[in-house]
């Protein structure tokens, strides 16, 4: 019984690690709740990039959380509004998440 103990005690011990708020993954659908601009007419067009739709202007790639399914169209042009969200700690995303506002 002893061993199992010694054995089991260092796992125990790094179970019990106590999280940073930056460690800690935010819960979230696919952005967070820090609003860092709205963006008013941007143009751009939809492309695929991995499964993934996203909406490519000339200098920014952006990852729309509520895409609406009728402009899943590759290479369909495309005017929005929109709210940036800040990339959460330690995420790599396909593009800057966005929540679209009004699509023209």
Same mark, same amino acid.
Request: aromatic share 10%.
């Given at each position: 019984?002893?061993?199992?103990?010694?054995?089991?005690?260092?796992?125990?011990?790094?179970?019990?690690?106590?999280?940073?708020?930056?460690?800690?993954?935010?819960?979230?659908?696919?952005? !967070?709740?820090?609003? $860092?601009?709205?963006?008013?007419?941007?143009? @751009?067009?939809?492309?695929?990039?991995?499964?993934? *739709?996203?909406?490519?202007?000339?200098?920014?790639?952006?990852?729309?959380?509520?895409?609406?399914?009728?402009?899943?169209?590759?290479?369909?042009?495309?005017?929005?509004?929109? !709210?940036?969200?800040? $990339?959460?700690?330690?995420?790599?995303?396909? @593009?800057?998440?966005?929540?679209?506002?009004?699509? *023209?």
């Amino acid at each position: 019984m002893k061993k199992l103990f010694l054995t089991l005690a260092p796992f125990l011990l790094l179970s019990c690690k106590n999280t940073d708020a930056d460690d800690a993954a935010p819960i979230m659908g696919c952005f !967070s709740d820090e609003v $860092i601009e709205e963006v008013r007419q941007v143009e @751009g067009h939809v492309e695929i990039v991995g499964n993934t *739709y996203v909406i490519e202007t000339e200098s920014r790639r952006y990852y729309p959380c509520d895409f609406p399914s009728t402009l899943t169209i590759q290479g369909k042009q495309v005017v929005f509004d929109a !709210s940036l969200f800040a $990339i959460p700690p330690h995420f790599r995303l396909v @593009g800057q998440p966005i929540r679209i506002t009004r699509i *023209y």
